[in-house]
C-alpha cells in the first residue's frame, strides 16, 4: 500500500510495496498495448456504466481532467479504471519496475472496499502513462472516526514526464478523494519531497522496542515471583480467572474485532476495520501466527467470549499485541507465550510494534531492551493533507475542528498505524 520509487531523472516513479529501488522502464507487451478498436470501446462502455454507477465518481471525472490537463504533453488523457484495465496496469507496474507478487495484486482485487473505479489512469492513446488508486477509508482519530483517503500504488513512466506526471496524479488523486467525502489525505512514501510540494507535510512517529527474548522471559518468571508476589500484596491486581494462551482459530474472528476496537478507539491512525475487513485481512497471511489469551477453564468455546487478548507475531516481530481493557494481565500471558514460541524457533531478539503508550514497551525495557521512535517505518515516511480543515470532530467541543486537532492535539496523543495492514501477503 506504499507509495514508492525513485526520483531521478529519467527513471520511473513506481508505486513500491517493498524496499527495492526503481528500475529503468522498458516497453510494454505487444500483446498488451496494441489493443484493438473494438477492445477499446467496449472497455469504454464498461467505464461509462461504471461512472454512471459510481455516484460521486461521475460528477468528479470533468474536475479531475481538469485538474490533470495544464502543462501535460498533447493528447495525455485522464481515465477512471475499470475491471479490464487490470492486465495493463501490472504491465505498468513492471514497466515502472515495481516487483508487486503476482498473489497481492490479486490479494488486494478481493479487499471488501476495493472498487476498479477507484483507480486513475494518465493514457496516451492505448498506452498507459500513469496511475494512482485511491482506498477510502475511516480512521480513529481521539474518538472519533474520520473518513480518510489513501493514496497507493503511484506510478509515472519518465517518457511522459516522470516526477511532473506523477505531481498531477496526485492532484488529481486529491480531487477524487474530496469528491468522495474524505477529511483527510494520507499516504506511506520514500519520496517525501514530491508530495511536500504539493502541501502533504509528515505526520506521526513509529515506536517499537526490541529486547532478548530470553531476558524477557527471565523478567516476566521475576514478576511472578514470590518476592514479586509479596509486593504485589500491597495493591494486588485484579485476576479474575486463570489465563491460558493458544493459537487463534477463525470461528473466535468477533474476539480480535472486540479488543481491536477497544484499544484502537482511542488512538491516533488506526484504521476502522469491518468484519468484512478483518475477514479479508486474516485470509493475506501476512503474519505467522497469532495467539490468544483465554480466561476460564473452556479454552475452546466457539463464541470466543473467554478470549480476553491476543498477539500477531511475523518473523521476529510483534506487529500486535492487545488486551481487553479489564485485563492487562493478558499482555504478560501472551509475551511469555510469544518468548517461548521464539525461543523454540531460535529467535533470541522481539521487535514489538504499537503505540507509544503501550504498556510492554516498559516492560521489554525493564528486561534491557531499547525503545526507538522513527519517523519512517521500514523507510517509509507517512504524510498527510488535511482536505477539509474546518469539518468538526463529533464528540469534541464545538470549535474543534480537525485542522485545530492536527495542529494542536495529535502530538500529544498515543499514534498507532498498526502494520499488519500494510505488509505483504506470504
Known sequence: MAVRGATRKGQPIAARVDGAHGLPAVHLPSEQSDRTQSDRTQSDRTQSDCLKSAGPVSGANDRLERSLAP???????????NAGDHPSIRALFAQAGCDMPANEFSMRLDEPFYEPHDRLLAR?????????RVQNRELYLLDSVVP???????????EFGGPRLAGQMIAAAEVKMRSEGAALALVRTDMPALFAQAGWTRWGRFTQTRAGTRETLAHISGRRSPQARCVEQVNPPVRPTQLSTRLWRHVEQTALERIYHANAIHCIGAPVRTSDYWRWLVSR???????????????????GKGIVGYAVVKHDRVLE????????DALEELAARVCGEFIEHD?????????????????LRAAGGRSETLDNDHGQLLMAKVLEPSR??????????LETL???????????????????CD
Do not use: C
Not at 321 to 328: D, E, I, Q, W, Y
Not at 347 to 363: Q, T
Open 71 to 81: 502543462g501535460l504533453p498533447t493528447g495525455l488523457t485522464l481515465d477512471v479504471g
Open 124 to 132: 496516451r492513446g492505448m498506452k498507459l502513462a500513469g496511475h494512482v
Open 148 to 158: 480518510v483517503g489513501w493514496l497507493v500504488e503511484l506510478a509515472a513512466l519518465p
Open 285 to 303: 497471511h501476512a503474519y505467522d501466527a497469532i495467539y490468544v489469551a483465554v480466561s476460564g477453564r473452556d479454552r475452546w468455546s466457539l463464541d
Open 321 to 328: 499485541m492487545l488486551a481487553a481493557p479489564n485485563r492487562p
Open 347 to 363: 529467535r533470541y531478539n522481539l521487535f514489538l510494534e504499537g503505540p507509544a503508550d503501550h504498556p510492554w514497551h516498559h516492560e
Open 392 to 401: 468538526p470532530l463529533p464528540g469534541h467541543p464545538e470549535h474543534a475542528t
Open 406 to 424: 492536527a495542529t494542536r492535539q495529535l502530538a500529544a496523543a498515543p499514534f498507532w498505524l498498526p502494520s499488519l495492514d500494510h505488509r505483504l
